[in-house]
């Protein structure tokens, strides 16, 4: 795993959304909820960021349940994990780095 | 209600269907070139057209998430599927992000690409038979084919453009 550009937006809030196993619609629904409704993520581009995110192995098929029509549910890997942990670090660099702005007032 | 289009450009093909169902047609399906309506609530429906990936040939995994999330899959044809959702549920629309909108792009770009390829070389076949027999059954193909080709270039210059300005967008 080597990741070092900045996660984009739609992947770093589906990582924080498959934190415990969710499915498409929760993962949607929770990302539209903690943004105040200004990340509405459209499904082709949440189709496209899970299965990348799957092929990355950041993300993992929860549960499948054929029998019941239940959802697929997804959840964060420990790959997954550090990858935004990662990306937490460089936000933070940037918030604490932002200081020097206010510094100069 | 029936109705015959040929159709090369998704971004007009969508426009046309949305204005269908604000007249009060629900596009319903697709068999070369017929697209088949329902009377719908004037504006009941909207949709969009989509591109499956090559390598994602699964359209069951891909319909199934689709339904998951409150999306209907009208129709398919080949790898290009349509869908739909209540415009009552809100704003609905396939791609939300640049890089995703790029994607999209990039992949109708090499469908056209690849069919641009095979049809060049239908071309100059048909063109170098049509001058050695100087056939005018031959010739009428060789401009049919040109005229599909230069669609297909129009297309790929389409996307390329539409991917440029996305990118100067990022």
Redesign the interface.
């Known amino acids: 795993m080597c990741y070092n550009s900045p996660l984009t937006e739609a992947l770093f809030y589906i990582l924080l959304a498959v934190r415990k196993p969710n499915h498409g619609y929760g993962i949607i629904q929770e990302v539209s909820d903690i943004t105040n409704g200004r990340l509405v993520l459209g499904p082709g581009t949440l189709y496209g960021a899970i299965n990348s995110l799957l092929s990355k192995k950041w993300i993992t098929l929860y549960s499948e349940d054929k029998s019941s029509r239940k959802k697929k549910e997804y959840l964060i890997t420990t790959d997954g994990k550090d990858v935004f942990y990662k990306e937490v670090d460089r936000l933070r660099e940037l918030i604490e780095n932002a200081k020097l702005m206010e510094d100069l007032v | 209600m029936k109705k015959f289009k040929l159709y090369y450009d998704k971004d007009l093909e969508q426009d046309w269907l949305q204005k269908m169902s604000q007249d009060g047609w629900a596009f319903k399906n697709f068999f070369l070139g017929v697209y088949t309506f329902v009377p719908c609530q004037p504006g009941e429906y909207i949709y969009?057209i989509?591109l499956l990936?090559d390598k994602?040939k699964s359209i069951q995994s891909?319909t199934?998430?689709?339904e998951?999330?409150?999306?209907e899959v009208v129709a398919q044809w080949y790898r290009w599927v349509y869908?739909r959702k209540k415009a009552d549920d809100g704003?609905f629309?396939?791609?939300?992000?640049i890089?995703?909108k790029i994607?999209?792009y990039n992949r109708i770009k090499n469908f056209f690409l690849s069919f641009l390829f095979i049809e060049s070389i239908c071309f100059i076949v048909e063109f170098s038979a049509a001058i050695r027999t100087e056939n005018p059954t031959l010739w009428l193909f060789t401009a049919l084919i040109g005229l599909i080709c230069l669609a297909f270039l129009r297309i790929v210059w389409k996307c390329s453009f539409k991917i440029e300005q996305l990118k100067r967008e990022k």
């Open positions: 969009q989509d990936d994602n891909f199934a998430f689709m998951d999330i409150g999306v869908l704003p629309e396939m791609y939300t992000d890089e995703s994607n999209q």
